[in-house]
């Protein structure tokens, strides 16, 4: 295994561009957050492969060890932030989420995942993070009379987008599919869902995330989501006086057809027979 390399920063925070080169694994005593504005890249963060590209934002620890190869096109914005620059009373603090944890966010205290080291902005904010980014990087490297001032508010800027977008209920992160997502699917199964949907929103091409999602469930998108369908409709066929008619609907179907075609792949039996069976 190739050496370590550890960095240590002189100044508070520091911001810069990267395009198009590998780089070998280091360590480092300050957070590190990586914005992908270009191409797609793969991060390896204490051994965990994380496949990004352009909106994704990585998240980098105290202490992890990270590298990264990514295509000719790739670019980045790294920012380098020591924890004194968040708070001077904090700078003793054990890593990243303590910090934003107790650093005046308390609005985001319960949107904490350690986890979740990975974030994918949409096109329409991916406009407001780079713009902020720029803006970060213009103050940083000038030091104008107030710079201080601004880069502050530009981190804060920067940290309340990236809470607001853990708090969707959309979580696409080191193993691209999660619990939570899962959660939403459980909890919106009557809603249009789609892989395609989840695979645009974190950014992540549709066989990519058709892959992931398989591994991580044992299923298809589409398998995975019928059963849900028919298991809520098993529990309103038996709790409730519900019509078939009305319960596919309610679970998410508009075609009768495909609805009784899956439940009995799944149930063996008709919903009429299922209902009859179990009183």
Not at 15 to 30: A, P, R
Not at 134 to 155: F, M, Q, R, V, W
Not at 206 to 221: D, H, N, P, Q, V
Not at 235 to 262: A, M, P, Q, W
């Amino acid at each position: 295994m190739s050496q370590c390399k550890k960095y240590f920063m002189e100044d508070d925070i520091w911001v810069y561009t990267q395009n198009g080169y590998n780089q070998e694994k280091h360590l480092h005593d300050f957070i590190e957050l990586v914005y992908v504005s270009n191409g797609k890249g793969v991060h390896i963060i204490d051994k965990t492969t994380y496949p990004v590209k352009k909106g994704n934002l990585i998240i980098i620890n105290y202490n992890q060890t990270h590298s990264f190869n990514c295509d000719d096109s790739y670019k980045h914005y790294s920012i380098l932030i020591k924890p004194e620059f968040i708070n001077e009373k904090i700078k003793k603090s054990e890593d990243v989420f303590s910090i934003l944890d107790i650093s005046g966010y308390d609005d985001f205290k319960n949107l904490i995942d350690k986890g979740n080291c990975v974030i994918s902005f949409s096109t329409e904010e991916t406009e407001r993070v780079e713009s902020t980014l720029k803006l970060l990087k213009l103050e940083i490297d000038n030091k104008n009379p107030g710079y201080n001032i601004t880069s502050h508010a530009c981190i804060n800027l920067l940290f309340v987008m990236i809470f607001r977008k853990m708090s969707q209920h959309v979580f696409l992160t080191e193993n691209v599919v999660n619990s939570k997502m899962l959660d939403y699917i459980n909890s919106h199964y009557n809603e249009k869902l789609t892989a395609n949907y989840f695979a645009k929103e974190g950014h992540y091409d549709i066989s990519y995330f058709s892959r992931m999602f398989k591994k991580y469930t044992g299923e298809t998108f589409t398998q995975y989501l019928k059963k849900v369908r028919i298991k809520k409709a098993c529990e309103l066929i038996l709790n409730t006086d519900y019509k078939i008619s009305e319960i596919y609907t309610r679970v998410g179907y508009s075609d009768k057809t495909k609805f009784f075609k899956h439940f009995y792949e799944i149930v063996k039996t008709t919903p009429l027979k299922y209902r009859k069976n179990q009183k």
